[in-house]
């Protein structure tokens, strides 16, 4: 009367393989659950047996017991339902154990036996060592991503015990929806003025050069954010993947085809504390929004009123591309690559850049341009200043390329970086910078007056030379000339002066 | 114990100004126009001296306290500090001291100087403020220090945060007239600490005064002392912004003691940081309103833009229409994108050559035509 049942369990974002051991026996009746279960893995008592009952199975009258292993590995959520109910059929002999040995099982059960979708199926099924994963019919897209696995969707417990005991077929997997076109992403022609916001938009978008936006409320540093993914590349499978299976463990809900194929926008609120910025949590940990906005874009409007711990908290995964959470019980790593976009208004009243209209006194100007670190400004190799748009400007016809002429022109020059071998020119190893973006003679001269006046430091300078390496490739030029410079100089201003200091 | 002869004057007017307890007024008594050295051995070789007695005011103590820190006193050794630091001591009376104090009766008996003293000889202004100023008079302060520069004018402040460092700052970003600079800390201990940058570049540009001894730190007394200085080395000075009351309002009282004509940036009557301003105003103070306003007072005629020699008329290029989108006043590069409508890499291209052929000039995130 014991019987065994593959199942996982998210530890982050990877799956945790846990063995679902059910033994019935003689004596008092009663359910208990054992091997570190939390609360609502221990609530499955009742769901379970509310789920037997109203498909139309039996529920023993006697003693059983549930072991979740590896026990000493704490076991939290719901998705263990399923498994633990198909075990306890195959204890009491309801299913073959020759059915279940193979398969692997995660759901959470509804009281009418109905299965619901789980998060993070697809690391779960992943994990499994099995030849075979049943899943609920929600998790099915994503869970069928996973190779080397043949995955079954079920929509309730009956279907599956009949398809498993062969009194029934399996249901036919839903058909893969085509990916809708994305009809309400945000179109780039919608921005009036703003060109050099727009530009800055592009070469961020070709060369992966971290953005920060700064200007006046209701000058559109929101509107220009929100269009940078729609310039950004379709993801790579690869890509694709690592980014579905974040979104699937962290809960966010997928796309109808379960695949992340467009790259993520993740715009958290200034008040987000560092668990939820990073990610985790207690006994699960659960991805942040860093990694959530892994291979896409992560907007932070208000950057400085986020608290100052929680944005330095971003300069692992900014250097990184990973972010490793640590706690006693636990510690997980989580990927973390994403295009930062930061905005922020000059100085407190917001209109710094008209001195004559600001209300504020140097000493709250100074104090607000201070709660961005300098090691984290540092991080933004485009700075530029957001300028409320002229009248005429706002009521006339759009006034440059839309989306989808300024994606080419990224996509384009991301394919001539990819010929010197790298994804993206923000990423070029300052070793590597003579050889990949070799300088015309004008443009060292360029850069050498600018390292003599000293507006430029020799950190600076590689970051300088990063975004002039992009401007070249968008106007495929083999070599970085004086006028990409200039204008890389013209997309990376001092923060200082930005904000209006003098 | 120090021998007196192989050093310098100069090496015991730093000695002297740095005993304890010793402030600007005592020590122009107790020199009194004798050699530094003199008074140095009479007080190391205990002589009672009248110029010691003369001194009524301070107490026997003080004058004892001299004596044991005179004795312990390497004069050597400090002047060695000195001169490693690149400081020039300067003496009332001997060459080098600045003309414009020479006159003040009073004028600082010892003087630390570090930079280029002779820049002093030019044309000055005394631009200061209140520390708490506004946007407004951060502005302000900063347009007219790149003006008086850019006109060849010395712009003299007291580095301090707010106006100062606004009217300082506008000066060395039009890289034309040298800076000055009062110190009320020593002059190797530059205060505040967030303006550090630019007291170094005010000393490397131009030249950083303070009568305060080496390592002296910033205490309060010492900047009233340091205003009338201040108000001494300008031919004119104006006041930005300031509060009723404050430290700009001791300078401009030093100024009208020295017959040194005052004049005032009006400002909003709503804003407390201009109440000092627009009240000097009211009492009947010359305006300020920009730098031709300024430049009247002082005499001066902004120099002529250079005429375009025909002979090398440029050829009207894409160049000329980047240049006539840029204003003489400050540019966004937003701006001239949108007046030209080229593409930025071209615009930013040609405002380059435009910045190196001397047209325009780059500002701290816009552009300037000249």
Same mark, same amino acid.
């Given at each position: 009367?014991?019987?065994?049942?593959?199942?996982?369990?998210?530890?982050?974002?990877?799956?945790?393989?846990?063995?679902?051991?059910?033994?019935?026996?003689?004596?008092?009746?009663?359910?208990?659950?054992?091997?570190?279960?939390?609360?609502?893995?221990?609530?499955?008592?009742?769901?379970?047996?509310?789920?037997?009952?109203?498909?139309?199975?039996?529920?023993?009258?006697?003693?059983?017991?549930?072991?979740?292993?590896?026990?000493?590995?704490?076991?939290?959520?719901?998705?263990?339902?399923?498994?633990?109910?198909?075990?306890?059929?195959?204890?009491?002999?309801?299913?073959?154990?020759?059915?279940?040995?193979?398969?692997?099982?995660?759901?959470?059960?509804?009281?009418?036996?109905?299965?619901?979708?789980?998060?993070?199926?697809?690391?779960?099924?992943?994990?499994?060592?099995?030849?075979?994963?049943?899943?609920?019919?929600?998790?099915?897209?994503?869970?069928?991503?996973?190779?080397?696995?043949?995955?079954?969707?079920?929509?309730?417990?009956?279907?599956?015990?009949?398809?498993?005991?062969?009194?029934?077929?399996?249901?036919?997997?839903?058909?893969?929806?085509?990916?809708?076109?994305? &009809?309400? *992403? /945000?179109?780039?022609? #919608?921005?009036?003025? $703003?060109? =050099?916001?727009?530009?800055?938009?592009? !070469?961020?978008? %070709?060369?992966?050069?971290?953005?920060?936006?700064?200007?006046?409320?209701?000058?559109?540093?929101?509107?220009?954010?929100?269009?940078?993914?729609?310039?950004?590349?379709?993801?790579?499978?690869?890509?694709?993947?690592?980014?579905?299976?974040?979104?699937?463990?962290?809960?966010?809900?997928?796309?109808?085809?379960?695949?992340?194929?467009?790259?993520?926008?993740?715009?958290?609120?200034?008040?987000?504390?560092?668990?939820?910025?990073?990610?985790?949590?207690?006994?699960?940990?659960?991805?942040?929004?860093?990694?959530?906005?892994?291979?896409?874009?992560?907007?932070?409007?208000?950057?400085? &009123?986020? *608290? /100052?711990?929680?944005? #330095?908290?971003?300069? $692992?995964? =900014?250097?990184?591309?990973?972010?490793? !959470?640590?706690? %006693?019980?636990?510690?997980?790593?989580?990927?973390?690559?994403?295009?930062?976009?930061?905005?922020?208004?000059?100085?407190?009243?917001?209109?710094?850049?008209?001195?004559?209209?600001?209300?504020?006194?140097?000493?709250?100007?100074?104090?607000?341009?201070?709660?961005?670190?300098?090691?984290?400004?540092?991080?933004?190799?485009?700075?530029?200043?957001?300028?409320?748009?002229?009248?005429?400007?706002?009521?006339?016809?759009?006034?440059?390329?839309?989306?989808?002429?300024?994606?080419?022109?990224?996509?384009?020059?991301?394919?001539?970086?990819?010929?010197?071998?790298?994804?993206?020119?923000?990423?070029?190893?300052?070793?590597?910078? #003579?050889?990949?973006?070799?300088?015309?003679?004008?443009?060292?001269?360029?850069?050498?007056?600018?390292?003599?006046?000293?507006?430029?430091?020799?950190?600076?300078?590689?970051?300088?030379?990063?975004?002039?390496?992009?401007?070249?490739?968008?106007?495929?030029?083999?070599?970085?000339?004086?006028?990409?410079?200039?204008?890389?100089?013209?997309?990376?201003?001092?923060?200082?002066?930005?904000?209006?200091?003098? | 114990?120090?021998?007196?002869?192989?050093?310098?004057?100069?090496?015991?007017?730093?000695?002297?100004?740095?005993?304890?307890?010793?402030?600007?007024?005592?020590?122009?008594?107790?020199?009194?126009?004798?050699?530094?050295?003199?008074?140095?051995?009479?007080?190391?070789?205990?002589?009672?001296?009248?110029?010691?007695?003369?001194?009524?005011?301070?107490?026997?103590?003080?004058?004892?306290?001299?004596?044991?820190?005179?004795?312990?006193?390497?004069?050597?050794?400090?002047?060695?500090?000195?001169?490693?630091?690149?400081?020039?001591?300067?003496?009332?009376?001997?060459?080098?001291?600045?003309?414009?104090?020479?006159?003040?009766?009073?004028?600082?008996?010892?003087?630390?100087?570090?930079?280029?003293?002779?820049?002093?000889?030019?044309?000055?202004?005394?631009?200061?403020?209140?520390?708490?100023?506004?946007?407004?008079?951060?502005?302000?302060?900063?347009?007219?220090?790149?003006?008086?520069?850019?006109?060849?004018?010395?712009?003299?402040?007291?580095?301090?945060?707010?106006?100062?460092?606004?009217?300082?700052?506008?000066?060395?970003?039009?890289?034309?007239?040298?800076?000055?600079?009062?110190?009320?800390?020593?002059?190797?201990?530059?205060?505040?600490?967030?303006?550090?940058?630019?007291?170094?570049?005010?000393?490397?540009?131009?030249?950083?005064?303070?009568?305060?001894?080496?390592?002296?730190?910033?205490?309060?007394?010492?900047?009233?002392?340091?205003?009338?200085?201040?108000?001494?080395?300008?031919?004119?000075?104006?006041?930005?912004?300031?509060?009723?009351?404050?430290?700009?309002?001791?300078?401009?009282?030093?100024?009208?003691?020295?017959?040194?004509?005052?004049?005032?940036?009006?400002?909003?009557?709503?804003?407390?940081?201009?109440?000092?301003?627009?009240?000097?105003?009211?009492?009947?103070?010359?305006?300020?309103?920009?730098?031709?306003?300024?430049?009247?007072?002082?005499?001066?005629?902004?120099?002529?833009?250079?005429?375009?020699?025909?002979?090398?008329?440029?050829?009207?290029?894409?160049?000329?229409?980047?240049?006539?989108?840029?204003?003489?006043?400050?540019?966004?590069?937003?701006?001239?994108?949108?007046?030209?409508?080229?593409?930025?890499?071209?615009?930013?291209?040609?405002?380059?050559?435009?910045?190196?052929?001397?047209?325009?000039?780059?500002?701290?995130?816009?552009?300037?035509?000249?």
């Amino acid at each position: 009367m014991i019987a065994s049942v593959f199942s996982a369990i998210l530890n982050g974002v990877e799956g945790t393989p846990v063995r679902v051991e059910v033994h019935v026996s003689n004596g008092l009746p009663g359910f208990t659950v054992v091997g570190l279960p939390d609360a609502a893995c221990r609530e499955s008592r009742d769901r379970v047996r509310a789920a037997l009952l109203s498909s139309g199975l039996s529920w023993p009258v006697k003693r059983v017991t549930v072991n979740l292993a590896p026990s000493g590995v704490r076991k939290a959520g719901s998705g263990l339902d399923l498994p633990i109910a198909v075990g306890l059929l195959a204890a009491i002999g309801q299913l073959p154990p020759e059915c279940v040995s193979r398969c692997g099982f995660v759901g959470e059960l509804g009281l009418d036996g109905g299965l619901r979708r789980v998060p993070g199926a697809m690391s779960l099924v992943a994990a499994m060592p099995v030849d075979a994963a049943v899943v609920p019919w929600a998790s099915f897209p994503e869970a069928s991503l996973v190779a080397g696995c043949q995955v079954r969707p079920a929509r309730n417990l009956r279907e599956l015990f009949d398809a498993l005991t062969g009194q029934g077929d399996w249901p036919k997997p839903p058909a893969r929806p085509a990916d809708p076109e994305d &009809e309400d *992403a /945000p179109d780039l022609s #919608d921005v009036r003025g $703003q060109r =050099l916001g727009r530009w800055a938009l592009e !070469v961020a978008a %070709a060369g992966w050069h971290h953005l920060l936006l700064i200007g006046p409320p209701g000058s559109g540093k929101t509107m220009l954010a929100r269009r940078l993914p729609g310039l950004l590349p379709e993801l790579t499978q690869q890509e694709a993947l690592e980014t579905s299976r974040i979104h699937s463990a962290a809960g966010l809900p997928l796309p109808r085809a379960g695949l992340v194929s467009r790259p993520p926008f993740r715009a958290p609120h200034h008040g987000a504390s560092a668990a939820s910025l990073i990610g985790g949590g207690t006994v699960s940990m659960r991805p942040g929004e860093v990694s959530a906005a892994t291979n896409g874009v992560l907007f932070l409007d208000e950057m400085a &009123e986020f *608290a /100052p711990a929680v944005l #330095d908290g971003l300069r $692992q995964p =900014l250097e990184e591309g990973t972010v490793t !959470v640590c706690r %006693a019980a636990a510690s997980a790593s989580f990927p973390a690559r994403f295009l930062l976009v930061g905005a922020l208004n000059p100085c407190p009243c917001g209109e710094g850049q008209t001195p004559s209209h600001c209300r504020c006194t140097d000493g709250m100007r100074k104090r607000y341009a201070r709660r961005l670190s300098g090691p984290l400004m540092d991080r933004f190799d485009l700075r530029v200043a957001v300028t409320r748009p002229e009248p005429a400007e706002l009521l006339g016809p759009p006034d440059g390329d839309g989306t989808e002429v300024v994606a080419k022109r990224v996509a384009e020059a991301r394919a001539r970086a990819a010929e010197r071998g790298v994804m993206a020119n923000g990423l070029i190893p300052a070793s590597a910078l #003579d050889r990949v973006a070799p300088l015309e003679p004008d443009a060292a001269r360029a850069l050498e007056g600018q390292l003599r006046r000293g507006s430029l430091s020799a950190r600076g300078l590689h970051r300088l030379r990063r975004v002039a390496r992009t401007i070249a490739d968008l106007f495929a030029a083999e070599r970085v000339g004086a006028e990409h410079v200039a204008g890389a100089l013209e997309l990376r201003a001092a923060y200082g002066r930005l904000m209006g200091e003098r | 114990m120090s021998g007196v002869g192989h050093l310098p004057e100069e090496a015991y007017g730093a000695a002297l100004l740095g005993l304890p307890s010793m402030n600007p007024r005592t020590l122009r008594l107790l020199l009194d126009g004798s050699p530094p050295s003199l008074v140095w051995s009479d007080l190391v070789s205990n002589r009672q001296v009248n110029r010691l007695t003369s001194l009524h005011k301070l107490s026997a103590t003080a004058k004892s306290n001299w004596r044991a820190a005179a004795r312990s006193t390497d004069v050597d050794e400090l002047w060695c500090r000195c001169t490693a630091a690149g400081v020039t001591v300067l003496l009332r009376g001997a060459e080098g001291y600045p003309a414009r104090l020479a006159g003040d009766a009073h004028a600082p008996a010892v003087l630390f100087a570090a930079g280029d003293v002779s820049v002093l000889e030019g044309p000055t202004a005394t631009v200061v403020g209140t520390r708490r100023c506004t946007g407004y008079g951060a502005e302000v302060a900063w347009t007219l220090g790149r003006g008086l520069a850019a006109a060849g004018v010395v712009v003299v402040s007291g580095l301090a945060a707010g106006i100062d460092a606004a009217a300082h700052g506008g000066a060395l970003s039009a890289e034309a007239g040298p800076p000055a600079g009062v110190g009320g800390s020593g002059i190797d201990v530059p205060y505040p600490a967030g303006n550090a940058g630019l007291w170094r570049a005010v000393t490397r540009t131009g030249v950083m005064l303070s009568e305060a001894p080496l390592g002296a730190a910033p205490t309060a007394w010492r900047f009233p002392e340091r205003n009338r200085i201040l108000a001494s080395l300008g031919d004119v000075v104006v006041v930005v912004e300031s509060h009723r009351v404050g430290g700009s309002m001791h300078t401009v009282e030093a100024a009208i003691a020295r017959g040194k004509p005052v004049m005032a940036v009006p400002g909003p009557v709503t804003s407390p940081a201009s109440e000092g301003c627009n009240a000097l105003l009211v009492d009947g103070c010359a305006p300020a309103r920009d730098v031709e306003d300024m430049l009247a007072r002082i005499a001066l005629e902004r120099p002529a833009p250079p005429a375009p020699d025909p002979e090398e008329e440029p050829e009207p290029t894409g160049d000329d229409r980047v240049l006539w989108a840029v204003d003489p006043t400050p540019t966004m590069f937003e701006t001239v994108l949108g007046r030209t409508g080229m593409n930025p890499v071209e615009a930013a291209a040609a405002l380059g050559r435009l910045e190196a052929a001397g047209r325009v000039l780059r500002g701290a995130g816009w552009w300037e035509r000249r």
